[in-house]
Structure formats: structure tokens, C-alpha cells
């Protein structure tokens, strides 16, 4: 029975252009080996390039030496180690809050965070296009979930008025959305949510290390220092390491120390990478303004030959670019087909985006050449044009 349940499962979404597979990469950076191939990796969302840098490389390599290779245990129990404090020094910097925590993934500081915080009686306010593991977190809570339109803030305010004004509200939603590298409308709703007195959360994923001046995130990015309560971002990003964190105040992350569920049951991070991600915070704290000048040079460059191509319609702000394809089969079909002329880039489809609205998703990095994003731009009107 479970056999024939799970063939089943498979069978209807290769039948719907919607079966997943893992390629078999066997190098990582700007140029990868993937299905026996070199191709130029845009699929990527290492946005700085610092998964390579020499410094976060190196201060890996001596903790790994000196401490081992894994933290061997929960954090409470006995995964603290002096690289996981100095790294949640730096990201609390980083984030202009006082304090931070880490944890093993970005999907468990969303679980750990949005469970902490509310429970049945409450409500959560989440966009319609945040990450799986915003819907996952939600889920869980036993909060009462509502959905409101994406950067709608007068939605926001609609439904923030039919809730009770005694329960806390938590309203969550993204700095740069993941899908399409839209910027969150943080301004309309951060004046929502302080006109109903509710909390506010919001996922820097994508937008840590992205966006301008300095890489430090969506409040910087609008000159709001401070009006976000908990801030959430991922190490496995543009910090090209692995790993998630909160910030806050210390009374925030002493309570997810003690009730963040992810945290307490979970091994720590090992040491190297902590020491490697602590030193991709402190890169981005003292270099940031260059390091993003770099990356918006490439994301004008090859946002300004897609649109010239007509493949997209104005000039994105952030290093995702989405390439509406329409159809699932059609974007799987031209993602294979940009694989074989030397380019990897995602293909999104449901349940990533809505059924119908597949797309090539496009992660620009610091790293790409100029001429990478020239022939990219031209390979995917060339496929495009043939795969009808």
C-alpha cells in the first residue's frame, strides 16, 4: 500500500511537470561541475560570493582543527563554543540589536520564533507569498493564521481590525521575497502595525546582504532602524555559509533559548562553521558598502539586457530575478535546455509559486563576469524562443 501510494505521488507530478530531481554536483562557486558538465552556476544564493573568500575559508579550517568537526550537542547541553558567541556578536551588530541568537537552519529560527511567540488565542498575520517555513511555523503555532494580499497593508489593517485587540497580533513577512526578489512595502506596514499595537517579525533571508547601502537589511534599506521586534535571517546565504538566527532584544532570545523547541532539540552548529559564518558577519559589518556596489553593478547589467531582450519589464532592486514562463513543463523544459548550453538556473513551479505561474528564477552573484551576464541574458531568449 505504501508502495503503491508513494509511485503514485510520483507519477502525478512528473504527469504535471512537477517532479523534482537533485543534480549531481560535484564543485560549487561561480563555475560548477553539474551532470558531468562546467556551467555557470545563477542558481546560487551565495549573492557576495563569500562562500570562497579566503578569510571565512581560513577561519573555518583553524576551528575545524582545533575544535573538531561538530559541536557533538544541543546547545544547552554542551554545543556553546566561543565561535557560536562571537558570531551572534556580530550578527547582533549587524542588525543593530543587542542581542542574536543561532540556530541549524533558517527554517528552524522560523519554526522556533513563530511557535515561541503565539499559541492558540493568538493571531498571526502572514503575506501571501512568504517561505514554506512561515506557512510551516504558522501551522504549528495553534494561532489563528490569516492571510493578507501581498504588501497589502491596507489588507494588513483590514484584518488586523477584526482581531482581538487583547491577543498578541504577530505580523509576519519578508525583506526581499524569495520567489520574485520584490522588497517588502515596510514602510505602509510598519505604520500598521504600530497603529494596532501588534508585532512585528520579518524574514531577511534575501535580504541580508543584498540590498543597498551596506547589506544589512530592509530596515537600513528604508532608514527604520529598529521598528522590526524580531528579526530573522539565514548564515546560508549571502553570508555563503550555513545556519539561521533571531534578533531582538535579550529577552527575546533568552526566551527562545528556553522554549524555541528547534534550538533545544537540535545539535549546535559545529564550531567551523560558526567561526566561518562569524567572519562573513564581520566582512559584511566593515565592507559591506563595497561588496553590495559590486553586486548592484552586475544586477543592473544583466536586469538591463533582459529587459532589452524583453524578457522581463523593469529593473529588479535585488539579485533575484524571476522570467515569467507560465506553464510548469514549458519552465522545467527550458531549464534543462539553458543546463545544456552552459547556465543553471532554478526553475520555480508549484507549490514554490501558484499553478501556471512557473518561472527561471535567476540569483545574480558578486562573483559573475560581465560576460556571464551578457551570454546569460541571450541564452534565455535563444531558449525560450524554441521551446514553445
Excluded: W
Excluded at 534599506?221 to 532584544?249: I, Q, R
Excluded at 520555480?348 to 540569483?363: C, F, N, Q
Aim: with cysteine.
Amino acid at each position: 500500500m505504501l508502495e503503491a501510494r508513494i509511485l503514485s505521488m510520483l507519477e502525478a507530478a512528473k504527469e504535471e511537470g512537477l517532479l523534482r530531481r537533485v543534480l549531481a554536483v560535484e564543485r560549487r562557486g561561480r563555475l560548477i561541475r553539474a551532470d558531468g558538465r562546467e556551467v555557470v552556476n545563477f542558481a546560487s544564493n551565495d549573492y557576495l560570493g563569500l562562500a570562497f573568500d579566503e578569510q571565512v575559508v581560513e577561519a573555518m579550517r583553524e576551528a575545524a582543527l582545533r575544535e573538531g568537526a561538530s559541536s557533538t550537542a544541543s546547545r544547552l547541553i554542551c554545543g556553546d563554543s566561543p565561535q557560536l558567541r562571537s558570531l551572534e556578536e556580530n550578527l547582533a551588530a549587524l542588525k543593530h540589536r543587542p542581542a542574536a541568537l543561532a540556530l541549524p537552519s533558517g527554517y528552524h529560527a522560523n519554526i522556533a520564533a513563530i511557535t515561541t511567540l503565539t499559541t492558540q488565542g493568538d493571531f498571526i498575520l502572514s503575506d501571501q507569498n512568504n517561505h514554506a517555513s512561515i506557512i510551516d511555523a504558522c501551522r504549528l503555532s495553534r494561532a489563528t493564521t490569516l492571510i493578507f494580499r501581498h504588501n497589502d497593508a491596507q489588507h494588513l489593517d483590514q484584518l488586523l481590525s477584526q482581531t482581538n485587540a487583547d491577543s498578541l497580533r504577530l505580523v509576519v513577512t519578508e525583506g526581499v521575497f524569495s520567489t520574485d526578489g520584490d522588497i517588502c512595502a515596510l514602510e505602509d506596514i510598519t505604520a500598521v502595525v504600530r497603529r494596532h499595537n501588534a508585532v512585528l517579525m520579518v524574514d531577511e533571508a534575501h535580504s541580508t546582504g543584498t540590498l543597498p547601502p551596506r547589506g544589512r537589511g530592509i530596515e537600513e534599506f528604508f532608514n527604520l532602524v529598529g521598528c522590526v521586534d524580531v528579526v530573522m535571517g539565514t548564515l546560508g546565504k549571502a553570508l555563503g555559509v550555513h545556519g539561521g538566527f533571531l534578533s531582538g532584544s535579550p529577552a527575546l532570545v533568552d526566551m527562545l533559548i528556553n522554549y524555541g523547541r528547534t534550538g533545544i532539540y537540535s545539535t549546535a552548529l559545529p564550531p567551523p562553521v560558526a567561526a566561518a559564518a562569524a567572519e562573513a558577519a564581520k566582512l559584511l559589518l566593515h565592507k559591506g558598502e563595497s561588496l553590495i556596489a559590486e553586486l548592484h553593478s552586475n544586477i543592473k547589467l544583466l536586469s538591463r539586457a533582459l529587459m532589452e531582450r524583453g524578457l522581463i519589464n523593469q529593473e529588479p532592486q535585488t539579485p533575484i530575478i524571476a522570467v515569467v514562463v507560465g506553464d510548469e513543463r514549458r519552465a522545467v523544459a527550458a531549464r534543462e535546455a539553458l543546463l545544456e548550453r552552459g547556465f543553471l538556473v532554478a526553475a520555480l513551479r508549484y507549490p514554490t509559486v501558484p499553478k501556471g505561474a512557473a518561472s527561471l528564477r535567476i540569483s545574480v552573484s558578486r562573483s559573475h563576469t560581465e560576460q556571464d551576464l551578457v551570454e546569460l541574458s541571450s541564452a534565455i531568449a535563444q531558449t525560450l524562443k524554441e521551446i514553445k
